[in-house]
């Protein structure tokens, strides 16, 4: 995307004006002139802004704003309009995969919502808590249980996040809430011109149930501020999963490459009649290896995985074999009553021995009856289905042999869930991913109706050009089978709305006329899901690919 950015320097200029007027509002300590402070710690321990795993300057801040209170936020937002300063909105900046903090316009300066950190309410009673942006999942968490509350909250792989951030982003974790934009209720938003709006039931002055039911009176407008830049989201209720009396954990291990079509296929029918309540994940052979604790097998990969090189399937396949393994493996718990969860694991088996050679394995937590079981009895886990959060995979993205900085970045498109999409898919991205010469990890995860087929992509900072070439292949590919991600890096945005060419891109178009009107002055992170005010763009192809006139 062609873009050109204020040449201004932090100390000078309008800019400068704006740091200047800002830091009397906020204080010197909460403003970056440049983008090397003042972030929170990043993958590797540093505290710049911008995209961690990318050592281009493509996409690079011009500094930060760190508000602490919904009143300094449209302090900030009223500043950016009157000195005409682009702010990206960031919650805690760790979109690892998809940018970081980076914004889509080089210069922008991030609105860091960090130090909004408050969990404004939590009820056990109903199962509910709201959030400010810069609540991560730790701290969610860990207030439940100071609390001594029985409730599990829904946490994504890595916990260091943000709960609102992640929810906006159409995040998920992995307890039965962790669909979160599903269970997302009543929102509190700062509009690119300052004033302050609540959505849903909130839009009453004091209505008490605000986080309980969605819908409100007349339009629901939640949506419009998922994945989008027509407002700065403040405080969000969100629903969480009552601790249930029993638990088991399951994997389900399947041994030929094409036996994803019937696990998927059982994981989607069992979801939609409600016995797996949660979202299944499923790792190919490669990914049970690299996160096995088998020494000899880590040093089997390591032969392999360097820059320019992947492990070979015959490889791997001789690993499976050792070591009994599946060329898949679905994880996934179930959850209920001391009386439900034996008729449930008698389900699941009968449903699984379906598929030839398969193994089934289990971890019952049958509890007491009348008691709730504390996520803190059971202890973290490799894949947080009791909604305690952890760090330990961050340790993946330096996995790749080379004395040079570990990165990572996620292909995601979604898919119908019958597994047979999913597996042509599937076959046509390993191939792309091969010849580029790197792995593929597969995290997929079913839900009742869709999958999402994340393909995680590990490479080396030198690596970044090839990694960001195989992306832009598999985006293409996916498109012309009828697919998209479900959230894409910021070098992409642009490419994938302008894929959204039903009716002329009518809801391109609308988009942009909502962003006009709410958003003239572009304030509100430009170019944020493709899309852009007029003052700040200017459409040059059908790609949706704009230049920008950065004021």
């Known amino acids: 995307m062609p873009q050109t950015s204020t040449t201004e320097t932090a100390g000078e200029g309008k800019l400068g004006r704006f740091f200047d007027d800002a830091s009397a509002i906020l204080g010197e300590a909460n403003i970056s002139r440049d983008h090397q402070s003042g972030a929170l710690k990043g993958p590797h321990g540093q505290y710049s802004y911008g995209d961690p795993y990318s050592p281009t300057e493509d ?68 199962g509910y808590a709201i959030v400010e942006p810069g609540v991560s999942f730790f701290d969610l968490y860990e207030e439940i249980q100071q609390l001594g509350l029985n409730l599990w909250p829904s946490v994504p792989a890595i916990g260091w996040g943000s709960v609102l951030g992640n929810t906006l982003d159409r995040g998920f974790g992995y307890t039965p809430n962790g669909e979160h934009s599903q269970f997302q209720c009543g929102m509190e938003v700062v509009l690119p011109n300052g004033e302050l709006l609540r959505t849903g039931s909130g839009a009453m002055e004091d209505n008490k149930t605000f986080p309980l039911y969605k819908g409100g009176f007349g339009p629901s407008v939640d949506g419009l501020f998922y994945q989008s830049n027509l407002g700065i989201v403040t405080k969000l209720g969100i629903h969480i999963t009552p601790a249930p009396q029993a638990y088991a954990t399951i994997e389900i291990d399947v041994p030929r490459e094409e036996d994803l079509v019937p696990l998927v296929g059982t ?55 050792q070591n009994e393994w599946g060329f898949w493996r679905a ?86 869930p019958s597994g047979r999409e999913l597996y042509e898919w599937y076959l ?21 109706r ?11 900072l030198p690596e970044e050009k090839a990694a960001m070439d195989l992306y832009e292949e598999l985006l293409q590919d996916a498109a012309r089978q009828g697919y998209m991600g479900y959230r894409i890096h910021v070098k992409f945005m642009d490419k994938v709305s302008g894929k959204l060419n039903f009716n002329q891109s009518a809801l391109p178009r609308f988009l942009a006329t909502l962003k006009n009107a709410l958003d003239p002055n572009g304030i509100v992170s430009p170019g944020k899901s493709g899309i852009w005010s007029s003052s700040s763009s200017s459409k040059t192809s059908k790609e949706g690919i704009y230049a920008i006139k950065y004021y």
């Open 59 to 126: 996409h690079q801040p011009s500094g930060a704003v760190r508000p602490s209170s919904v009143k300094e936020v449209q302090n900030v937002v009223r500043l950016a309009n009157k000195h005409r300063v682009a702010l990206w909105t960031i919650s805690r900046g760790k979109n690892l995969g998809y940018g970081g903090s980076a914004p889509v316009v080089k210069g922008t300066v991030v609105l860091d919502l960090q130090r909004m950190n408050k969990v404004v309410e939590i009820n056990e009673e109903y």
């Open 267 to 321: 994981l989607s029918d069992l979801m939609r009649r409600s016995i797996i309540l949660n979202s299944p994940s499923i790792a190919n052979i490669f990914r049970i290896a690299l996160t096995s604790n088998l020494p000899e097998v880590q040093a089997n990969l390591a032969k392999y995985m360097r820059p320019g090189s992947c492990v070979p399937y015959v490889v791997l396949e001789e690993i499976r074999v």
């Open 331 to 416: 994880y996934f718990s179930l959850y209920g009553s001391v009386e439900l969860l034996p008729a449930l694991l008698k389900t699941t088996q009968r449903a699984f021995n379906t598929i030839a050679g398969v193994q089934i394995r289990w971890k019952e937590h049958r509890g007491v009856e009348g008691q709730y079981i504390r996520a803190s009895e059971i202890g973290q886990e490799e894949i947080p289905h009791n909604g305690i959060p952890t760090l330990a995979p961050l340790g993946i993205v330096n996995t790749r042999v080379s004395e040079d900085g570990g990165a990572h970045t996620c292909f995601s498109p979604i898919l119908p």
């Open 428 to 448: 046509g991205a390993k191939q792309r991913t091969l010849e580029a010469k790197f792995d593929f990890f597969a995290d997929f995860h079913v839900f009742p």
């Open 450 to 460: 869709y999958i999402i087929g994340i393909e995680l992509m590990i490479y080396k």
